[in-house]
């Protein structure tokens, strides 16, 4: 079923596996960069980045997910996005850039906030 994909809209997901960074992550609306930690699966997750005419690097969330996490992480994020965006009409992007890294990195990291609770 498509629903779900027509509910989030334009939203671009890159990932890359190396510095080289050929899948261009850092310029996706949610950016995935596998990396190698001493033998260890490692993916970094930005967010914010924009290839478009309003170019824009996306910034690093925090610490990396292991490959049994990444595509949790990810589902925590569109469905943040979905709770939090004005309308039906406001893109991934444009809710980013109008309520920034917070509310995101909350959803991405539920751990830590209830530590600070």
Request: proline share 3%; with cysteine; hydrophobic share 35%.
């Amino acid at each position: 079923e498509l629903k779900l994909e027509h509910d989030i809209g334009h939203l671009q997901i890159k990932i890359s596996g190396c510095i080289n960074a050929c899948g261009h992550h850092h310029v996706a609306h949610i950016g995935i960069l596998g990396l190698d930690r001493a033998g260890v699966e490692n993916y970094q997750i930005t967010l914010g980045g924009d290839a478009t005419e309003t170019a824009e690097i996306g910034k690093r969330t925090g610490p990396g997910f292991a490959y049994d996490e990444i595509v949790p992480a990810v589902e925590r994020l569109v469905e943040a996005y979905l709770a939090i965006r004005s309308g039906e009409e406001e893109t991934f992007l444009e809710t980013y850039r109008r309520l920034g890294m917070e509310p995101f990195k909350s959803a991405l990291y539920p751990e830590a906030q209830k530590k600070v609770a």
